[in-house]
Each structure stands twice: as structure tokens, then as C-alpha cells.
């Protein structure tokens, strides 16, 4: 495919992330934190996000599981996940915990589980949409191309 | 992608790196005129993600950035190297420390600019934030711009700080002091030196323009500088010392707003510092060393606090008025050396002026009169801590600021206590307990010295107004754990002692103590000699209510160096060590944590036994505070073990009579001259 293609279609793909909701501004202060001097910043951070994130939910799983539930630690991961989240720009799976926190205060263990459920499936589709952005920037990079800035107009 | 900001940023940075290269003489210079580009900033988060946005915000601000992922590592960061932030980033959430801890600790102990930041932006948290003396709360995410401005609070500390130096006023502003953040360069170290002589320079000349400017603002302290100082010691040499009297010496002095009150606190300290030269003639080099060196600090502060301590268990109206005042006339006038406060002021001068332009000097009105007993007392004892004093302590749970104010506030308190407590709890702004007039000299010594000061300090603060009713628990408890930890004291001290500082409970002397004893491990000696245990003393009369519930006195084989104290109270050593030992190792029963007690007693004992044996008595209220378990659990937190109901005041009082002498010496630290805790046989 050509550069401008892909870098098209590249484009087309963040604004709509963005529009959806998967992505917000915060992702845009990376983006613009990104520079010569740190090419990969971006990508660098959001995985770090990735390896975190699927650690704090493995801990979430756990610790819901348990017979005795540890309220105060499931909040505390999830406050966790919810601050990294919203650093990196990940709206909906920062919003995902904030319901989550609201169902710990209550000790509500069902409405916990459910959270997350729902933390999780926002996290992976937000995780699988980066990708999928990230492998764009690199044919992109790959072809010789730049990538091209968004003006999402934020 | 965007490249264009990072651009923009590169060159600037390169473009003003360019300008200043090879420009050493004017480095400094040079830093300033880049200011705040270069600022050195601690970014502590557990979560990485957000530790590696942020540090690449803050490179991209052209700060110099460190990120630390604990906040253990992070402080002990901060104590390696005073100087080498400008201003600390830290997150609320954290596995190891809570956040707001570690604000106090900063605060305590380096007195530095702390930013909170939060994803959790509820009210009160914030709130926590603000009294903890956070000077910024982030809620997260957080954006660059937020943190492009963070260098005003660095600029706005140093701007308070220098106000607080030059003001003459008479009373310190506590809160104000909270932010004040050391004589640290203004935005790189270079200009240290031109910070602090023109500091001291301002301090002398321009009090009045300052003060006009902060009469609006809390009052200023007066900052006891070494030149300052040295015209006062000329003014009472001049006069004699037994015809110096304030007023004459204001004239002598003919320093430009400084005011009758300022001198009568400073003079007050200067009095018990002289009492205590004379009374300690065994190790007088003791004191020196303690007072002088900043690691020596320790030591300083935790006898400061013993007699501080002892004063605030005063004032808590724990100890009868009359206790107090045999006590005082009995052996607390012994000028043991190291109360802290007629040191530091001499000795330390260095420090305080050199250091800590805080020093403050609360306009000790108070002072006066307390001053006279505090002198006797105060090696150690804060007896004469006031009731005032003591509600401030207990205001221990807010920032330690707070505390600082109220002991400085009070005045109340005589000046003693001040220095004492200001010692202790000074090191950092905020936890400028210190404010304290009297204190002026103590806190600096501690501030810079960085630990031990907190202990005193802490003491100090329980008096303060608050009106804290456990009268010193509560704020020593927020110092001395500050302290504790400060004071090198394994971390684990630190946190335990927020809630030990009070084993004492009534006493916030012991509470400030105990502290001190956590520190046993660089000081052995200090422990020894760190007052804090006197309190004990004071504490049985406090005992009322605190019940020292493991105290069982057991002979805890006082073996205590005592060589330095002057064995004449061997007989009352016994006396006052059982109630000490037993209180020491009830303590030490008890679990550790709250027994700062008990490592308080140890001290005790060590300190004032000289006779080498300590009956336990079982009357004796043990000391709940006196863990003289060994280990420095200072943790106070059981106020109410300290004291036994049942303590009889009468068998406290007397030995703590007893005791004075002895204790007196161990209040020092230079005092035992071995004597570790640890060697206290349980």
C-alpha cells in the first residue's frame, strides 16, 4: 500500500478513536510529548500501560475471588488502574473504573465482578485498538513516510 | 508527530545552554536567568506509566527530573542529598508510604516544596493535601501545563522564607514557616552562599521594610543569624550576665526592629545554654559535638525533646504546676549540657544562621517567665510545658506545621521548651513547631541537621495552641515520627510513630522521646542522653491518665552509663529509674510499637542512673512510654499506657526529683556515653 495511504487510513483510524471515545485528549499530550529526541515515547508509555494494567486486573481477579473480599485492596487497584488509564488517555477504561470504585465503596461484590467484566473488555479493546495503531505508524515509518500529526482539534 | 512543541523546547534549551557554556563565574547566573528551566525536581509514583509521562513532561519543561517509583527511596534520596531538589512530585496512593506521610516527613525534614497528585480528586482529599502543608494538589491525568508552573512554589517558599529570616516580628508565623523551604539556592546551588549572606546581611539591616511587608502576613521571626548573636553575646558580656537584661540589651545591641521581646526569649535560651555548659562538666565536649554537627543533630534534638517533653507533660497540666517546680528546682536546673537550647544557640550558631534561615525566635514573650523554670527544667524536661503548649502538641495530626505554630505560639511555654522542641521538630518547615520564639536557635539547629530536630520539634509543637488536650500527644506524635524517621531511624520507626508519639500519651514529652529512642541505632549515645526520657519523669505525674499498662517495672537493670551524670542522685536514680525502668520495660513488653515509651525510659535510666540498678518498682507507674525494650519503637502511639492510673504522682514526683539530676545528664545525649538501649536488660 502506498504511504499516503496508509497514512490516510492511519489518520482516519485515530479520529475515530478518539470520537468513539477509546481515546481522549491526554492521548494528544503524548503525542505531542513524542520528539526526536524520543521517538518511541508513545509507544514505550503505552506499553508500560499495557504491562501494568494486565497485572493490576490480574490482581483484581484475585483478589475478587477471594471468600473474604478485600474491599479497601480492590479500590486501591482499581484506583490504580483508573489514574494510568486516564495518563495515557484511555477514556473508556478510565471511566469502566470509576463505576468500579463506586461498587467498592458499597462492597457490592456482584456489581464488582460486573465492573470488572466491563474494565476488562474496555481494556482489551482499547488495547487491541493501539495496536493496531501502532502497526500503522510503523508501515508507515517502515515505507520511508512521516507520520502524520492528528489535529483532532481538542 | 508532534514534533513542533519538543522542537520548540529543544532548542530553547540547547539555544540556552549554549549561551551559559563556558561561563563558569557566571553560572550562577546563569541558572538564575534560566530559571526555571533546570529546576530539580523528585517525581515520586508507584504507578510507572505515570512516572514515565511525567518525567518526560517535566524534561520537556526543561526541569531536571528524578523519578522514584517508592516513597522510601525517594526520602532517603531527599536525606542524601538536602539540597539536590528544588521542589518534590509526589502521588497520594502509594504501597509503601502514604503520600501525605511522606509530605510530612519532606516537610519535617527538608522542608521542600511537595505537589500532591491524585487521580482522586474528591474534596477532601484535597483538603488532606492542604493541611499537610502540600503547597499544590494535581489531579491526574496531569497535563503539562499544570506542571510548567510548578517552579512558583519553589520561588514562593524561598520568597516566605527569606521574609520569615529578615522579619524581627514577634511572633513566628507557624504557618508561614510550614512552607519556607531551607536556605536552599534559589535555583541551583551556586547560589547558596549568596542566598544565606544575603540573607544574613537582610537580616540585619532591612527588618523593617520586611517587616511591612509581612505584617500583613504572619509575624515574622527573627532569625538569631551568627552575627546577630554574637552582638548579643557581646551586649551581655557587656553588661554581665547577671545585669543583662533585655531591655539594656536591645539598647546595646541597636539592631534596627528588633524588639525587647526577641531578646528576652533569645536571652532566656541563652541562659539555660550557659546553665547547661556549667552543669555539664563532665562531657562538655559532648554537648558541643552534638550541637554541632548536623549528624550530631540527633542527639541535640532528643535531649531537646526530653526537656521538652518534660515541659509539655508540664503544661499539659499532666504534672502538677508543683511538680514541675520541684522538679525544676530540684535537678532540672541542671544544666546538663545538652538541653539543647543554650547550645544550639552558641554552638549551632552556624547551623541556625548558616542554615536554617529559619530560625525562628517567637517572640518569647512567654518565655520570660517560663524561662525561669524552664531553665532548671528544661535540660530536657519541658515541664513548664503549658497546657497550651500541650494542646498543641496533640495537634499533632495535622501538619506539623500546625504544631509548629502553636508551639510557637505559645510562648506560653517557656522559651525552653521552645528551643527544645524547635530543635526537634524542626528541620522542616512545616513541621515548624518551632515557631517558638524561644525556639528560634533549637529549630535551626535541627533544620539543618535534618533529624533529629524532629523529635524537638515535636515537643514543641504539643504545647502550641491547639489546644490539644493530650497536650503533647497528639503533636508529638506527628513529629517525632517524623523525626524518627528522620533521625535515621529505620522507616518502619517512622511510620510507627505517628501513633507512638504519644505513648506518652500526656506527655508529649515522651512522645517526643520516644522518637528519639527509635533512633537508637546512630545513636547510641544519643539515646542515652537524649532528654526525651526525662519526661519520663514528667510524664508519671501524667500518668494520671495514662495507664501505663505494661510497665511493669522490671528491673531493667538500668546499666546505665550514668557515668556522666554525677552519681549523687544515685539514691534517687533508683527511685526515679525504677518508675523509669519499669516503665521503660513495660513498655518493652508491650508491643513494640507503642512503645516509644519504653525506649524513652531507657534512656531514662540510662541517663540518670548512675547507680546502676533500678528498682523496678512496681508502684512506680511504669512509663508506658519507657520501652526500654531495646528497640526504638518509639511509637507512642498508647498515650494512655504510658501512665498508670494508679501511678502515685507523689512516688513520680519524687523521683522524677530525684531524677532530675540525673536525668539532666542523660538528657544529653553526649551524656551516656554508651549506653544503647539495647543494653538494657528487660
Sequence with gaps: ?154 | MNSSIGKAYMSTASSSAGRKAGDAAAAAAAAADQFPAGLRVLVVDDDPTCLMILEKMLRTCLYEVTKCNRAETALSMLRENKNGFDVVISDVHMPDMDGFKLLEHIGLEMDLPVIMMSADDGKHVVMKGVTHGACDYLIKPVRIEALKNIWQHVVRKRKNEWKDFEQSGSVEEGDRQLKQSEDADYSSSANEGNWKSSKRRKDDEDETDERDDTSSLKKPRVVWSVELHQQFVAAVNQLGIDKAVPKKILELMNVPGLTRENVASHLQKYRLYLRRLSGVSQHPGNLNNSFMSPQEATFGPLSSLSGLDLQTLAATGQLPAQSLVTLQSSGLGRPTGKSGIPMPLIDQRNIFSFENPKLRFGEGQQQHVNNNKQMNLLHGIPTTMEPKQLAGLHHGAQSMGNMNMQVASHGSQSSQNNPLLMQMAQPQARGQMLNDSSLGHAPRLLSPMGQPMLSNGIAANVPTRNGIQENIRAPSYNPVPQTSSMLNFPMNHASELPGNSYPLGSTPGISSLTPKVAFREDVNSDIKGSVGFLPSYDIFNDLDHHKPQNWELQNVGMTFDASQHSNSLQGNLNHAQSVLVQQGFSSGQMNGQNRSATVVSKTMFSSGDSTGHVNAQNGNQPLNSLLVDGTVRVKSETPTNLYPDDFGQEDLMSALLKQQDVIAPAEHEFDFDGYSLDNIPV
Aim: aromatic share 10%.
Design chain 1, 1 to 154: 500500500m502506498e504511504v499516503v495511504q496508509i497514512q490516510r487510513r492511519l489518520v482516519d483510524y485515530t479520529k475515530s478513536l478518539f470520537m468513539e471515545g477509546f481515546l481522549d485528549g491526554q492521548f494528544l499530550q503524548l503525542q505531542q510529548l513524542q520528539d526526536e529526541s524520543n521517538p518511541d515515547f508513545v509507544v514505550e508509555v503505552v506499553s508500560l500501560f499495557f504491562d501494568d494494567s494486565e497485572k493490576l486486573l490480574n490482581e483484581l481477579t484475585i483478589a475478587l475471588d477471594q471468600p473474604n473480599v478485600d474491599f479497601k485492596k480492590v479500590d486501591g487497584h482499581v484506583h490504580q488502574l483508573k489514574g494510568s488509564s486516564s495518563s495515557i488517555g484511555a477514556q473508556r477504561v478510565k471511566n469502566a473504573c470509576i463505576a468500579f470504585r463506586s461498587f467498592c465503596e458499597g462492597q457490592n461484590i456482584e456489581g464488582c465482578l460486573a465492573c470488572l467484566q466491563q474494565v476488562k473488555q474496555e481494556y482489551y479493546l482499547v488495547k487491541n485498538k493501539l495496536e493496531t495503531l501502532f502497526r500503522l505508524e510503523q508501515q508507515i515509518v517502515a515505507s520511508g513516510g512521516s507520520i502524520p500529526m492528528i489535529e483532532m482539534g481538542f
